[in-house]
């Protein structure tokens, strides 16, 4: 049951009850500690304010409906029979508190009872047992009985007391249980209590019973099951090892025969037993032992026992004498310990036993000569010949003393005692290496096989030379396994070429020629023309593997006094000299190159004087790679994640260019929606540089070629780049940069053609996905950057886009990625956060051209001509007309279509739109899109769905309930791109799945804007969040972004939407909006 209100009024009276309430609904009761305690009960301490200058303190205890203790500090605690109104209101706060917070009483489980007072017990018997004046000893006693050692245990101080029962010892050790053995022996079980030389005992029994204590509580947890009662220790494996090393040295106590008992000295040495062999009548002889003799096994030693003495026995000892005793000793107690051995018998005792026990006893040997019965030992000699290139002969020879048998001829009539083991064990690894027989010539033989000869010569003839002696003809002296050959490499730079030399290790270059083709065919072995063999598996074959199949050198070029090659396979040599560890011989022009790569984080170059913008760290680094590759004349690929700021480290090389002095137009070419994004860019962080864009009618473009000789960058799109690819194959070009580079990933189309057919010193490509769905996007890309670097389509598919794509070949793509890794320099937003603001914004501008540029610069004129023909008081009455007319040079930016139906034509920004749209999606970004307008929201629905791009929509019209589940389904799922009304989803929304949003059309109310963005960029958000505003070229859009720092009140009030106040605008300021 629980504490009740009428429970506190009971204890408390309806008076004081009644000033309690007021007090607790006053708001003056602060609890400040209730602490649960495993008997049930609660402790609740609490201060109340009842208009004294410090608060009263009250304590109350409570179990389960009772309070059956309380106290206040107020003088009138003590003056009732029962509780103040203090304790009323304390108590009617827990109570409340309660109520909103239901408790489980929970009883303490007898589990975590044991568990406390086990834990005390412990901490009191350390206590206790280092306190002790006097020391428990443990006294053992050794028999050696019938079925093996055992030793019992005494215990005490003073007087000794019998352990009845090891294993109840052993848990009250593992407890630290106290136990009294009776008046005179009661103690914790610690091992403080026991002395220096009784603690490691009281240990080794605990270390032996313990595999007994867990099988009965495994037993117990199934079925009841009485603890077993174990008094005496068994000395066995390690155990008994244990037990003689703690005893070295000591006297203990050991019980005889009839119960007599002595003190024997434990000490390690290994005893001189006398042994006699003596003769038996004619029939063989008789082998003895001293009486007195006992024998205990342990692990690792065995143990001699006499008397007097328990002898610890060396390792080496007790394995050459184990066995022997162990035999002769089966029975204790014989007097005289005797075994026959017949004479048929005798010589194999003399050549297995006598050897191994020999060195450790006093032999006495009696009216018998061992000598007639010690045979010769077995030795064998083997022979090996290579009479034909393709065979080896093996001819094997046992010998004793005088004899010889040869395991391949009819040896029945000789009378010989014959190692049969020994010859067996002989015959089993020969024929393992040895298939053939020629019995008549005595021989084993591999035929026709270069394989098993090799396997047998790098393994057989080494396993052969631990059994015997091997002997060669001068045939077989050629039959050799080398090691695999360490070639060396020399490498230079040399007038714009690597020079490579390959070192042959002392092979002639056709013999390392054929040696590669055997590696290549993943063969374990070559074998040359001398007939020696070369293992293939590591070595200086390798890495001249790596290179000839990494950069498709022929054995020509490989084996050449020198070759050539371009200056771009530097870095794919240097990787494969610096896994094999050869770069001892690279000359300093070499590792300069490499350095001038590796070291890109420590380049000091700093960025153009020129360049408008700081760069952040990451920037740096772009800026300074592609100027290194610019210097040696290499291509790129700079695969920067969206937003990371491309265009910006290109364009700083290019004005690294003019301020160095070099001399040189540079292209840039990009998808047309983008042309003008690179000129605002230009002439943002590089007003320096004079850009022109070629674009317009074909005659303009002429004309624009024309007259652009002192431009220091052109810009102009893929399709007008394929129109005019006649004018362009004229120049060169200092620099060649594409944008997009996805847009030549199929490199049958025009426009990948197009772009490879400009002559620049140097080429690079901007793309955040350089690999879209096939690796062959890769090729085309790099064939336009450097023609041939990953040789033919034809050969770059056999060898990498198969075997990577569709066998998932690690190797080859290891392979490619040395190749062009130095090349590519990709950054996600991840990589780069410390360097990153939390959000960055960017500026995409687009340019109308055609129907659209012509219906915009008409209702652009037309209203401009109204506004310059109006009175002032005209201008003030026809205010809402001018809105509408803004409002629709806004929708002609975004789409014609929003006010004229008919309108087929392109939409310079829904292009842009799309492309933006496309790079973010197959990088994997999630994107929110928003605009006023949502029927331009419909215009872009279609188009996605024509993209199949897969997206979600929230508008006006979407339910509440609705709302909420594509937000949840956005966050969660895969679809990319959410479209949203500003009025629909501007605020109150939480998206930061995306990391993406574009402001399809300019929100002049910048507060709006940032709320929209906020959807994103908000708590929650890991990622670095992009922000994209789509802007038309030379329209009011452009002419209000420029206003908004100026006058960002105006741009409100202009255009807010319906809450527009123009009443502060004149008409001369729309006018300068409208030029």
């Not at 007038?495 to 993943?522: F, H, I, M, P």
């Not at 996007?777 to 034809?794: K, V």
């Not at 909420?964 to 949203?980: A, C, H, K």
């Not at 502060?1064 to 909006?1073: F, H, Q």
Request: net charge negative.
């Amino acid at each position: 049951m629980q504490l009740t209100r009428m429970t506190i009024e009971r204890k408390a009276g309806q008076e004081q009850f009644q000033k309690g309430l007021r007090l607790y609904k006053s708001g003056s009761v602060t609890i400040t500690k209730a602490d649960s305690f495993w008997k049930g009960e609660t402790g609740v301490n609490a201060e109340v304010n009842d208009g004294g200058l410090s608060p009263y303190r009250v304590k109350l205890l409570i179990k389960e409906n009772h309070i059956y203790d309380y106290s206040c500090s107020c003088d009138e605690h003590l003056q009732f029979r029962g509780m103040c109104r203090h304790c009323a209101a304390a108590a009617l706060a827990f109570l409340d508190r309660e109520m909103g917070e239901p408790q489980i009483h929970v009883s303490t489980s007898p589990l975590i009872r044991n568990m406390i007072k086990s834990y005390g017990d412990q901490k009191r018997s350390l206590l206790l047992s280092a306190g002790m004046e006097d020391k428990v000893e443990l006294e053992p006693l050794l028999n050696i009985g019938r079925h093996g050692a055992t030793v019992g245990f005494k215990a005490g101080i003073s007087r000794k007391y019998i352990l009845k029962d090891l294993y109840e010892f052993a848990e009250a050790m593992e407890k630290q249980s106290y136990v009294s053995y009776g008046r005179s022996l009661a103690f914790y079980h610690r091992p403080e209590a026991f002395t220096e030389k009784s603690a490691p005992l009281a240990a080794l029994i605990v270390e032996a019973m313990m595999p007994e204590i867990m099988r009965h509580r495994n037993e117990s947890a199934y079925y009841v099951s009485a603890s077993p009662s174990v008094r005496d220790l068994r000395l066995t494996g390690r155990v008994c090892d244990r037990f003689f090393e703690i005893l070295d040295g000591q006297l203990l106590p050991m019980q005889f025969a009839a119960g007599q008992t002595g003190n024997v000295l434990v000490y390690e040495q290994d005893p001189v037993l006398e042994v006699t062999v003596a003769a038996k009548g004619n029939a063989g002889a008789v082998l003895m032992l001293p009486d007195g003799i006992q024998l205990i096994r342990g692990e690792e030693r065995i143990y001699v026992a006499d008397r007097e003495c328990i002898y610890r026995c060396s390792p080496a000892y007790s394995e050459d004498m184990g066995v022997f005793l162990a035999s002769m000793l089966q029975t204790p107690y014989v007097m005289d310990t005797i075994a026959d051995i017949s004479s048929r018998d005798l010589p194999a005792f003399c050549r297995h036993v006598l050897p191994r026990i020999e060195p450790h006893i006093k032999l006495t040997v009696r009216g018998i000569n061992l000598d007639e019965y010690r045979r010769d030992e077995l030795k064998t000699a083997f022979y090996l010949d290579c009479p034909y290139p393709d065979e080896v002969t093996l001819r094997v020879e046992h010998r004793y003393g005088g004899l010889t048998v040869n395991p391949l001829d009819d040896n029945t009539n000789i009378s010989l005692e014959r190692d049969y083991a020994m010859e067996e064990l002989t015959a089993a690894m020969v024929v393992k290496y040895f298939p053939n027989k020629y019995y008549d010539r005595g021989l084993f033989a591999i035929r026709d096989s270069e394989d098993e000869i090799y396997r047998f010569l790098r393994y057989g003839l080494n396993e052969l030379k631990t059994i015997g002696e091997v002997y060669l003809s001068q045939a077989a002296e050629n039959l050799k396994v080398n090691p695999p050959p360490e070639v060396s490499f020399k490498v230079a730079v040399d007038s714009g070429w690597l020079n490579l030399e390959v070192d042959t290790a002392g092979l002639s270059r056709s013999e390392l020629s054929e040696a590669l083709k055997s590696y290549q065919q993943k063969k374990k072995y070559h074998r040359l023309k001398n007939g020696e063999f070369i293992t293939l598996d590591g070595g200086g074959l390798n890495t001249i593997s790596e290179l000839s199949d990494g950069l498709m050198l022929s054995d020509q070029n490989l084996f050449g006094e020198q070759m050539y090659l371009p200056l771009n396979r530097a870095f794919y040599i240097d990787s494969i000299l610096k896994e094999s560890g050869d770069t001892g011989q690279c000359r300093q022009s070499f590792l300069d190159l490499i350095k001038s790569m590796e070291l890109l984080k420590d380049n000091r170059d700093p960025v153009p004087a020129g360049l408008k913008t700081e760069l952040r760290g990451y920037q740096t680094d772009g800026f300074h790679w592609l100027k290194t590759l610019d210097q040696y004349g290499f291509g790129g690929i700079l695969a920067d994640d969206m937003g990371l700021g491309k265009t910006v480290q290109m364009i700083s090389l290019l004005l690294d260019h003019k301020e160095h002095g070099e001399n040189g137009q540079s292209l840039v070419i990009c998808p047309a929606s983008l042309v003008y994004n690179w000129e605002a860019e230009f002439n943002q962080f590089a007003p320096d540089l004079t850009v022109r864009t070629i674009v317009g009618t074909a005659s303009e473009r002429g004309e624009q070629l024309k007259n652009s000789e002192d431009c220091d960058v052109l810009i102009t799109s893929y399709d007008l780049l394929r129109k005019d690819l006649e004018k362009y194959r004229e120049k060169e070009f200092r620099c060649q940069v594409i944008d997009e580079a996805q847009f030549i990933k199929n490199h049958s189309t025009q426009s990948a053609k197009a772009v490879k057919q400009i002559q620049a010193k140097s080429r690079f490509a901007l793309t955040g996905t350089p690999i879209e769905n096939r690796l062959s996007e890769l090729w085309s890309i790099f064939d336009y950057l450097m023609p041939g670097f990953l040789f033919s389509y034809q050969k770059f598919r056999e060898l990498y886009e198969v075997p990577v794509v569709k066998k998932q070949d690690q190797t080859m793509l290891k392979r490619l990625h040395r190749l062009i890794g130095p090349f590519v320099l990709r950054r996600l937003k991840q990589d780069v956060l410390k360097d990153l603001p939390d959000k960055t914004e960017t500026v995409v501008y687009s340019r109308l051209t055609g129907e659209q540029k012509t219906l915009y610069t008409a209702n652009a004129l037309q209203l401009k001509e109204m506004l310059a023909g109006q009175s002032d008081s005209s201008f003030r009455n026809n205010k809402i007309q001018i809105l509408a007319e803004l409002t629709k040079l806004r929708q002609l930016c975004c789409d014609p279509r929003l006010c004229f139906d008919n309108f087929r034509a392109q939409s310079a920004k829904l292009e842009t739109c799309m492309e933006l749209m496309h790079n973010g999606v197959d990088a994997g970004h999630k994107i929110l899109l928003f605009s006023q307008f949502t029927s331009m929201l419909d215009l872009l629905r279609a188009r996605m769905e024509q993209d199949k791009i897969r997206y979600y929509l929230l508008t006006g019209s979407t339910s509440k309930e609705e709302r909420m589940e594509l937000v949840s389904r956005f966050n969660q799922d895969d679809t990319p791109v959410f479209l949203i009304s500003l009025k629909a989803g501007g605020t109150g929304l939480n998206l930061t799945a995306a990391d993406i949003v574009i402001h399809y059309d300019p929100w002049w109310n910048l507060a709006a804007q940032n709320q929209a963005t906020d959807r994103a960029h908000r708590i929650g958000q890991t990622n670095v969040v992009s922000v994209f505003k789509l802007i038309a070229r030379h329209t009011i859009e452009e002419n209000i972004l420029k206003l908004q720092e100026a006058k960002r009140k105006l741009a409100e009030q202009v255009l807010g939407g319906e809450s527009v106040n123009l009443g502060s605008l004149s008409r001369e300021e729309l006018i300068e909006m409208l030029s």
